[in-house]
């Protein structure tokens, strides 16, 4: 795994934050650890990874990244509970992308779900 720096924006390298999550070593332990994780998968171009922690009931059956979008930035603005002992989750981000189109700020706040010891993106409202 690459000592580069995580795109997730911790200030981590890639191999000591959403590294070992996206390579299935383990488990994001929190919402907002998923939520990194995520951004870093579309950051990578990972789409396996958006797929496996997309909740199935909410999943689309096809993902299909913009390859001319590169994704630079994530800020998280607020958490709502997504800790250890939590069964449900909210975060609120900003990720910047820049595109040919320029540069742009997708703002959304995702629902998470924890079933079975594991995290799942739920849903967002983008806004």
Do not use: K, N, Q
């Not at 997730?8 to 929190?30: F, I, K, N, Q, Y």
């Not at 689309?60 to 250890?84: C, N, Q």
């Amino acid at each position: 795994m690459s000592s580069e720096r995580c795109p997730c924006t911790s200030g981590l390298p890639l191999e000591d934050c959403c590294g070992p999550v996206l390579a299935g070593d383990r488990p994001a332990p929190t919402a907002v650890a998923l939520m990194r994780s995520r951004f870093t998968a579309f950051a990578l171009g990972d789409v396996d990874h958006l797929r496996a922690s997309w909740h199935p009931t909410t999943r689309p059956d096809r993902l299909d990244l913009d390859p001319g979008t590169r994704w630079y930035r994530l800020d998280i603005e607020s958490v709502s509970a997504g800790g250890l002992l939590d069964s449900s989750g909210e975060v609120v981000f900003r990720a910047h992308h820049r595109s040919a189109d320029g540069r742009g700020v997708l703002s959304e706040r995702s629902r998470f779900v924890r079933e079975h010891g594991r995290w799942f993106y739920l849903d967002g409202v983008v806004g």
